[in-house]
C-alpha cells in the first residue's frame, strides 16, 4: 500500500515538502516558527514536537517542513512523514482560521486586482510547487511588496526568484509597476490576499 505522503525536495536544502492527497486548510497558507504559538494549528503543534525543525508551512494540500542548517533529514524526514499520517488519520482539523478582520474587507484599487490575479494565476503555483508561497503585504509608489514563505522564505535562489521572476513578470504586464520588494516576514499566519 502507497503513502498518503510524497515527500518532495524543493530548491532549498532545508527544506521538504510533504504533499497530501487530503485538503488540510480550504485556502491560504499558515506559517509557524519555532517558539510561535501553535494553539490554533494542531498539525502545526504535532511536528514541532521535533527539534531539528524550524518552520512549518501548511498549505491546502502540502505542509513544507524547513530544518535547521546544521541538522540532517535522515531521520527526521520519516519522522515527519508518520506524523502527517497519524494526523490526517485523526480526522482533526490542520488549523481553526481566525474571523476574517475587518480591514481585510477593505476594497483593493484595480492595480491591487491585477497584482493578485497574476499573484494568482502565474507565481504562486509556480512557487507553490517548490514548497513556499508568496503573500501580498501591499502596493505603493510603484513599489508591490511581498513576503517569500515556506521553503521560500530562506532559500538560496530567493532573490533570483523575486527579482527575476516575479519583479519581472509583474513589470511587463502592469505598467504601474516599477520593482518589487521582499518584506521581513511578520505574523506567524497569513492570507495570500493580504488579509
Known amino acids: 500500500m502507497s503513502s498518503p505522503v510524497t515527500i518532495v525536495p524543493t530548491p532549498n536544502p532545508d527544506a521538504l515538502m510533504f504533499r497530501v492527497q487530503e485538503v488540510l486548510v480550504p485556502m491560504g497558507t499558515f506559517e509557524y516558527k519555532r517558539g510561535d504559538d501553535t494553539a490554533d494549528a494542531p498539525l502545526a503543534r504535532a511536528l514541532m514536537a ?27 524526514e520519516n519522522n515527519v512523514e508518520t506524523t502527517l499520517i497519524d494526523f490526517l488519520g485523526s480526522g482533526e482539523m490542520a488549523v481553526f482560521e481566525a474571523p476574517e478582520p475587518a480591514e481585510a474587507k477593505a ?14 494565476e502565474e507565481i504562486r503555483p509556480a512557487i507553490a510547487m517548490d514548497g513556499g508561497d508568496v503573500a501580498f503585504e501591499g502596493f505603493e509608489d ?20 523575486l527579482k527575476m521572476g516575479i519583479e519581472r513578470l509583474l513589470v511587463e504586464e502592469i505598467a504601474e509597476v516599477e520593482r518589487v520588494e521582499n518584506v521581513d516576514p511578520l505574523p506567524q499566519a497569513h492570507n495570500p490576499y493580504g488579509l
Open 142 to 161: 510603484g513599489t508591490v511588496y511581498l513576503r517569500l514563505v515556506g521553503a521560500c522564505g530562506t532559500c538560496p535562489s530567493s532573490v533570483t526568484t
Open 107 to 120: 476594497e483593493r484599487t484595480e492595480i491591487e486586482k491585477q497584482i493578485l490575479e497574476l499573484l494568482d
Open 50 to 76: 521535533f527539534d531539528d525543525i524550524e518552520l512549518i508551512l501548511i498549505a491546502p494540500r502540502f505542509v513544507t517542513v524547513r530544518k535547521h542548517a546544521e541538522s540532517r533529514w535522515t531521520e527526521l
